[in-house]
């Protein structure tokens, strides 16, 4: 199954696919990168090698808090990504808190071998839904410990059909399994997998020191405190709400743009998932003059613009402190983006239908943080509800990540302490 599915990532790289010829290019340079890599390296004698891989950036925040916290305790261990998505390798191909970054060769037999021939790891750690067959194979046969951090798992998943026996047998190759919850450490438990603790979600971690870092967005201030109202004293009488939306496609947009037109006390900060130019030039159509660019942004223009729509890259979770409101995106196609970025923010969080598979919206939702909309006349109620209630609603946001910390901890402790 894996190797037709690589099969089918060669052909659509052939057809002119951008993502296929990225990952099909960049995977087969690996193992000549390795050993151009050991070839030059200085001496490696005394250093423990810790191999962690994670399939694209989401899986990534997973690891990374783990990695940040051996840096910061001035491990001297030798730490090597992997990424299996263009988009993974990509964004974080200069991550400066590891040795070296690359893509993971296809899961073959032999490239399995080479890799960790190459790499030496005395320690693997696989984000979330990395099951790769080849690799855990390999890893288990040369006595390798092999971790599974933040996974979580579904009954509706193939490990657990009747057809899926091998694919259980699988999840045999690692030390131990971190699951997120209860319900995956139940469900492993039931089907015979003992090595499961429950560790809980890294990305908790993870948003809570990104909120501690994050920096002032000059243009989101003036966009949300332009239009600030003041008394005779100069305090602070009415400040009209702010929904950012992060992450949008164009059915979020849709929905958000028909609010925007119909209540005019409202102002929004877009920031779209894509930013190419036939999106933008879509969004731009949809809100018919009441927007300004943020790489346009001025202090004149950005304070009399109803929409401020981000075309660029890496501020999203550093605008979410500006909003009243978050809306999160995806959720009437592929899946909602990262809706812990907003709610460590103490904001009522929004998104549509597709968020069953995110254990945190469904946490959020249960706390009374978060509401998911299948089409307008829901998404004009909720967040007419989420404007007034923001301050109540965004205290449960903010103890609902607080009371999820602490993953990042467990692990390394039982990891990299004993």
Sequence with gaps: MVNIYFFFVRIAAFLGNKKARQLVKGQSQTLTLLESDNQSAESESGRRTVWFHAASVGEFEQV???IERLRKEGSNLRLILTFFSPSGYEMRKNYDKVDKVY?????????ARRFLDLVHPDMAV???????????????ERGIPTYSVSAIFRPGQLFFRPWGKSYLNLLRCFTHIYVQDTVSFDLLIKHGIRSVSVAGDTRFDRVSEIARQSKEISEAASFVHGKVMLGPKGEITDQRPVIVAGSTWPPDEALLAQYVKEREDVRLILVP???NNEHLKHIFQLFEGRYVRFTQATQQNITTCRVLVVDTMGLLSSIYRYGTVAYIGGGFGVGIHNTLEAAVWG???????????FREAKGLIAAGAAVSVS??????????QAIEDHEQ???RATDYVQSECGATEKIYRELFTK
């Excluded at 893509?103 to 490239?111: D, M």
């Excluded at 904001?347 to 598979?357: D, E, Q």
């Design 273 to 275: 998932h894509e930013i």
């Design 347 to 357: 904001m009522p969080v929004l998104f549509g239908t597709n968020y069953h598979k």
């Design 103 to 111: 893509y993971l060769p296809f899961a073959t037999r032999s490239n």
């Design 64 to 66: 990374r808090p783990i």
């Design 375 to 384: 089409n307008y006349k829901e998404l004009a109620a909720a967040m007419d």
């Design 126 to 140: 696989f984000a979330k839904y990395e099951f790769w067959p080849a690799y855990l194979k390999e890893l288990r």
């Design 393 to 395: 609603m965004g205290k």
